[in-house]
């Protein structure tokens, strides 16, 4: 074969033709080990030391992340949650940080309780506006913004480009959570973010039999050695089996983005004129309010995740995923499988989400299939 760089889709479906030197097998190996063997003179030539920071099954999964984010580098994590807090963790006491209004909830409350009381200054802006960011942005004092985008569960759009301006303008950095639209719709870095986010349990894995979350990196500067010494003294990395499950999962990240990217945007344009939907939130519908900016940044689709608001309220909302039979109720996203949630029962008070909102998460079965499935569960609440 010639030289020709490979696309990131081919470069993930053979986890970076990989090939074990030794054996030939075409799938990489998984180690198990917690510690490695010190050279006599006690050095480390390996460059493997302890299994807390660092093992050779990372690497892979790692190696493969940074290639399909354009990246310098990667890490994994134990969660998203481990990936997301380990970037503000890394920051100091009375230092400001600005966040979306509209985020991961857990996130969210982190960032109004442990990150708060720890002394770090969070102000939280509409998602959407980039006069807000860049109003809320303090020179010298703002370390860190903080984008979501698609934001869940509203999918509220942030233009990437026009806050990282202003982000760097400032002298402060950008970390965008990615997890929605993944390396195949987005790629941040190359809009100007400094690092991008994935909760690695949802599309990189993809099979809903992982918890995992990933960091990377624009570049391999300061802040990302302390992010590398955030990791190791906290310990969050994953087992070494999650890691290989993470490296198998981003083996189809490619097709199944793709296959649900179809899907749900077919899905939003039927139930945009249901009579029992009074609204659909989705980036792709050319009415939803960030339309036109994810256009501009989601190339190849917009993505598996879209929200109906049901008429009736917060009664017909619940009475509808109860009545589902193909669709399963079940929290999280990104997986193979497709799920509906009631997400305000699960964020409780204080949350932004409305009560007659359903959050729906298209996975890779036939779309019509989902269609009737999720019609007659409305047909029901509605009637019952």
């Keep these: 074969m010639s030289e020709k760089k490979l696309s990131p889709a081919s470069l993930a479906a053979q986890a970076m033709g990989f090939v074990d030197p030794t ?37 892979h999964a790692e190696a493969t992340l940074a290639a399909l984010e354009g990246g310098a580098a990667a890490m994994i994590f134990s969660s998203g949650m481990s990936a997301a807090t380990a970037c503000f963790l890394a920051l ?4 400001h940080v600005v966040a979306p209004q509209v985020m991961y909830w857990s996130l969210r409350n982190w960032l109004q309780g442990f990150a708060t009381d720890w002394g770090l200054k969070v102000e939280f802006v509409d998602g959407a506006d980039t006069a807000a960011f860049a109003a809320a942005i303090r020179p010298g004092t703002t370390k860190l913004v903080w984008v979501e985008t698609p934001a869940n569960p509203l999918w509220t759009v942030t233009d990437i480009a026009a806050v990282a301006e202003a982000t760097h303008r400032a002298g402060a950095r950008l ?13 941040p870095l190359s809009l100007g973010a400094d690092i991008v986010m994935h909760s690695a ?158 959050r729906l998460s298209v996975g890779v079965e036939d779309a019509n299939d989902l269609f009737d499935d999720l019609d007659q569960a409305l047909r029901r609440a509605h009637n019952a």
């Design 201 to 358: 349990t949802k599309y990189l894995n993809g099979h809903s039999d992982l918890i995992g979350g990933a960091l990377v990196t624009a570049r391999e500067d300061e802040g990302w050695a302390k992010l590398r010494s955030v990791r190791a003294q906290l310990g969050t990395v994953p087992g070494p089996d999650d890691a290989w499950l993470l490296q198998r999962g981003m083996r189809t990240l490619f097709p199944r983005v793709a296959w649900a990217s179809r899907s749900a945007q077919a899905l939003a344009e039927r139930f945009a004129a249901h009579r029992s939907i009074a609204e659909v939130l989705y980036p792709g519908l050319p009415g939803f309010a960030g339309h036109t900016t994810a256009a501009r940044q989601m190339q190849g689709g917009f993505g598996g995740m879209l929200s109906v608001r049901v008429r009736g309220g917060e009664r017909a909302a619940i009475a509808t995923a109860a009545a589902v039979q193909l669709w399963k109720r079940a929290t999280s996203l990104g997986g193979v499988e497709s799920l509906i949630e009631h997400r305000a029962s699960v964020e409780g008070a204080g949350s932004p989400c409305p009560t007659d909102l359903l």
């Design 175 to 187: 970390a965008v959570d990615s997890t929605v639209a993944t390396p195949v719709l987005t790629r």
């Design 92 to 95: 100091r006491p009375g230092n």
């Design 23 to 59: 054996t030939r097998a075409v799938v990489p190996p998984v180690h198990r080990a917690s510690t490695y063997l010190r050279d006599e003179d006690n050095a480390y030539r390996s460059g493997h030391i302890y299994a807390r920071a660092d093992n050779p099954t990372f690497r």
